[in-house]
């Protein structure tokens, strides 16, 4: 766990140390050339196969059904369980397009990156009369688009000169101005939902969660970094201070709130579903953005979170107000957490729960939405796996800090059960039940943008050589740059010059 900062050398960055080490370490042993390489090309395959059906039976809606090879306009959908105020003449913005551009880059396919880039250029628009959820449609699409513009403007890209003049990022602003009503409320706390034509719409629902407005910084701030125009920053910082302001003693926050009053719903959290992003966010935002209101949040927030959800290597749920467990079970979206310990240096946590996690993997064959430690069941209902990428992220910042071999085996081992159990003719299928290995006809569009983008990463990670991103909470990539910097930390500062030409993820990549 991460101590105080000094000024010897604060603790944000003893992960600087541990990663120089392992840039010299030796390489995988049982995992040479030839076998990274069987690997690597084994995801890629697995990304085209997904990626060419999407385009052929789905393109330009927004995901694809591989069971029917047919499509679901799903922006609209996500994050709506009781699937209410569903647009009529909606027709798709082609989501899983979007996703699929930084992997498209990352597997050095420049020339349908390309095309990609110039269809959304000349076809889409958001003056659309649908009702979609902010934190889904920030993460998947402004963030995407973001993510898109960066690397089309990077030299390495190869679009053909003259092609790429910003589009996308008037895609984005566009995006971006449209969101803004959402943040029109009492509290500043945004709204969940925003009508990307009409805005916020009557009689709105005030509910949403703490990931849901506490994750917004990344991708509004590089907005804001990338126009000029502070306002996009401004209102999800504002969020974030408001939200962080409603903490309890304990330095612990709810799930849900309401964001006309301000009142908490749900007190009950822990580091899952409503609650997972809004820490990512805060580690990342400190590092995209150098200002240490982010670090200091999330030290807070770090340690309130070791204390009292951390259970031996797993961590449960307990009530904000008092720190007594509340529910025992592991979630499918907790297996981000030991990756995010990795880029505050907290190895030996990161490990031990990433192996449970695993565990669990390897019980049934794939990871579980939801199960009940304290009853060792699987929960009744939330039986299905959807093809999530979270312990594919973990075991590749796991490699990237450690260089231990074994999770090169992890990443073999969920590459091959995704080919078992989810792969057919069109595409990748979830995982309805696992315990049956029943398939759902939905092939979401983060398996594109984050699941084997991770994999592929975790067998070659050439393409991150010399570079410094962040990767946001739906894999879209965001460059570290010093203009982007509020203040760059000494510690930040002298480090860098000593090990720069080693190349980064996150905060370095060896």
């Known amino acids: 766990m991460p101590a105080a900062r000094s000024a010897s050398g604060p603790a944000r960055w003893g992960l600087l140390s541990l990663l120089i080490l392992s840039a010299f370490s030796h390489p995988a042993a049982g995992f040479g050339a030839a076998k990274k390489a069987y ?83 000349d076809n889409l628009t958001f003056d659309v009369d649908a009702r979609v959820n902010l934190f889904e449609c920030n ?33 984005a602003e566009d995006l971006g101005q449209r969101f803004l009503p959402a943040f029109d409320s009492p509290t500043g706390l945004p709204y969940a939902w925003i009508n990307l034509k009409n805005g916020v719409m009557e009689n709105e629902t005030t509910e949403t969660s703490t990931s849901g407005c506490g994750s917004l910084i990344l991708e509004m701030g590089a907005l804001s970094r990338l126009t000029g125009d502070s306002k996009y920053e401004a209102v999800a910082l504002r ?51 150098g200002s240490d209101e982010y670090w200091d949040i999330f030290h807070s927030a770090y340690l309130a979170v070791q204390k009292y959800f951390r259970h031996g290597p797993w961590y449960h749920e307990a009530d904000m107000r008092t720190g007594r467990a509340t529910y025992w079970q592991l979630t499918s979206l907790q297996a981000f957490w030991p990756g995010l310990q990795i880029l505050v240096g907290d190895i ?7 192996r449970e996690f695993f565990h669990v993997w390897q019980r049934f064959g794939v990871l579980p939405e939801r199960y009940l430690l ?48 989810a792969k057919v003719d069109g595409g990748f299928a979830s995982i309805r039940d696992v315990m049956t290995m029943q398939q759902e006809d939905h092939q ?11 994999l592929y990463l975790l067998f070659d990670d050439s393409f991150l050589a010399d570079k410094n991103y962040v990767f946001t909470t739906e894999g879209h990539l965001l460059p570290i740059r010093s203009s982007w910097h509020e203040k760059l930390p000494e510690s930040y500062i002298s480090n860098w010059t000593s090990i720069k030409g080693i190349g980064t993820i996150d905060v370095l990549h060896s």
């Open 348 to 354: 030996a946590a990161a490990n031990s729960s990433h």
């Open 139 to 171: 993460i998947r699409v402004l963030g995407g688009l973001i993510s898109a513009h960066i690397l089309a403007t990077d030299t390495k890209s190869r679009l053909d000169h003259g092609l790429y003049k910003n589009q996308l990022l008037n895609l």
């Open 444 to 454: 979401h569009s983060f398996f594109l943008s984050e699941t084997c983008k991770y």
């Open 39 to 121: 690997m690597r090309e084994k995801v890629r395959k697995m990304f085209y196969h997904a990626y060419e059906n999407y385009m052929a039976h789905a393109f330009p809606h927004d995901e694809l059904k591989p069971l029917t090879k047919t499509f679901t306009d799903s922006l609209s959908e996500l994050g709506n369980l009781k699937l209410e105020y569903l647009p009529q003449n909606y027709n798709g913005s082609a989501l899983s397009l979007i996703e699929s551009l930084s992997s498209l880059v990352v597997l050095g396919n420049f020339t349908e990156f390309q095309r990609g880039v110039l269809w959304l250029s």
């Open 374 to 421: 304290d009853h060792d069941m699987l929960h009744p209902t939330e039986r299905y796996y959807p093809l999530r990428p979270e312990l594919a992220e973990s075991t590749f910042y796991l490699y990237q800090a450690t260089k231990d071999p074994w999770y090169m085996e992890v990443g073999e081992s969920i590459i091959n059960s995704l080919n078992s159990y």
């Open 239 to 289: 969020a974030l201070r408001k939200l962080w302001s409603m903490r309890s003693s304990l330095n612990l926050l709810g799930t849900t709130l309401d964001v006309v009053t301000g009142e908490w719903i749900e007190c009950s959290s822990g580091i899952g579903a409503g609650v997972d992003s809004f820490y990512e966010y805060l580690i990342k935002a400190y590092i995209l953005f």
